[in-house]
């Protein structure tokens, strides 16, 4: 396979590696808050430096520092993400929705931004039972289910005003919350979006139609919203017990793991065949390494193991360990590698660093616990 997204092996990581790339990717998100001038988390541009705090990344970033606070027993990590949370509340519209983008665009409530600040908020709610985080999340879901369509698709107050099946990842949160505050309806309304999305918007391959985050590329989405997709699926199918759920996630992942263990790297985007196009997106490597991880726990298929493990060190491999060493960098993965590719260029991306942590935590726990 010689083309832009060329073939790259790179030897196994050791668990003691990995645990050092995890720690600096978190010792990078510290900087990434440290930076702002609010308790958000920000992003970094090689040219234009540090930019403003992004409500929807930060929303999913404290997820992450939650789990690593688990396993590091850091009160540091946990205070941030109070402060984090707290100025979340502070930003939600009245409606209950929050903004898209970042703050300093000052742009309107969207379903999906939404959907990860509730993920966030309900992390914080399970470790501290401060009803304040509960209240806000059952706020805005029942804003997300006043504004849902009849079919179950989002598409008022959905980015760009359309339709899309990564919404998914806004119905996981939600499963997750009403499951302990007992709201049928908000049940209902999330199963709803994730029938649509099967019934309507997957082929047999797998593959899903209306997956990208842009009009002139819809016919070949990036893995990034890709994996969005597969991941609200299967932590969907989770929380419902729900096979079909689940089957219609494996099905995805699997093709991609196929093409990853043939190739050793992953297309930026791919078309209704699976065949691949542009450079590799390091966000949706480390988002799929994540879904790989998760089906291995539900079947214990090893390949997934296998694939997840390659390339999460693929990805310590890319990670800004030594990059002429400032704390803007280090620590951090870029949005494309390599750096100029199309998605988020000469950037790094918060939420990129945010999913290689978690990736590795959860490879991690896997061997911790055999």
Not at 1 to 29: G, H, N, T, Y
Not at 240 to 258: G, M, N, Q, R, V
Not at 334 to 362: H, I, M
Request: glycine fraction near 6%; charged fraction near 25%; proline fraction near 2%.
């Amino acid at each position: 396979m010689k083309d832009v997204f060329s073939v790259v092996r790179v030897p196994e990581s050791s668990i003691a590696e990995k645990q050092s790339a995890l720690d600096q990717a978190i010792d990078w998100l510290f900087v990434a808050q440290d930076k702002m001038v609010d308790d958000g988390f920000g992003s970094y541009h090689f040219i234009d430096g540090w930019g403003a705090s992004y409500p929807e990344t930060s929303g999913y970033i404290i997820s992450s520092l939650v789990e690593y606070a688990k396993v590091s027993r850091s009160d540091e990590v946990m205070a941030r993400c109070v402060k984090c949370a707290n100025w979340l509340l502070s930003i939600q519209k009245q409606s209950g929705g929050w903004q898209s983008m970042t703050l300093a665009q000052s742009r309107p409530e969207v379903v999906f931004n939404t959907g990860q600040v509730i993920r966030g908020l309900y992390s914080i709610y399970k470790e501290t039972q401060h009803e304040k985080y509960l209240q806000a999340c059952i706020k805005a879901i029942d804003w997300l289910c006043s504004v849902q369509d009849d079919d179950g698709a989002w598409r008022k107050h959905a980015y760009m005003g359309l339709e899309r099946v990564y919404d998914s990842y806004v119905d996981a949160p939600i499963l997750e919350v009403s499951a302990k505050t007992k709201n049928d309806l908000h049940t209902l309304k999330a199963i709803k979006n994730l029938n649509w999305i099967i019934d309507n918007k997957q082929k047999e391959n797998g593959w899903f139609l209306d997956c990208d985050n842009t009009i002139h590329k819809n016919d070949r989405p990036i893995l990034h919203t890709i994996a969005y997709t597969i991941d609200g699926l299967l932590d969907s199918a989770q929380h419902l017990s729900e096979k079909k759920f689940f089957d219609a996630a494996k099905i995805p992942a699997e093709k991609l793991l196929d093409i990853f263990l043939q190739h050793g790297t992953l297309a930026g985007r791919f078309n209704y065949d699976w065949s691949g196009s542009e450079s590799t997106i390091l966000t949706g490597c480390a988002q799929i390494s994540i879904c790989w991880l998760k089906i291995f726990r539900e079947t214990n298929e090893n390949k997934f193991f296998i694939g997840a493990e390659k390339m999460n060190s693929f990805l310590v491999a890319k990670q800004n360990r030594t990059m002429s060493g400032t704390s803007n960098t280090k620590g951090a993965i870029t949005g494309s590698y390599p750096v100029w590719g199309r998605y988020e260029n000469f950037s790094c991306p918060n939420w990129a660093t945010k999913y290689f942590v978690d990736a590795l935590l959860l490879e991690l726990s896997i061997k911790s616990a055999d």
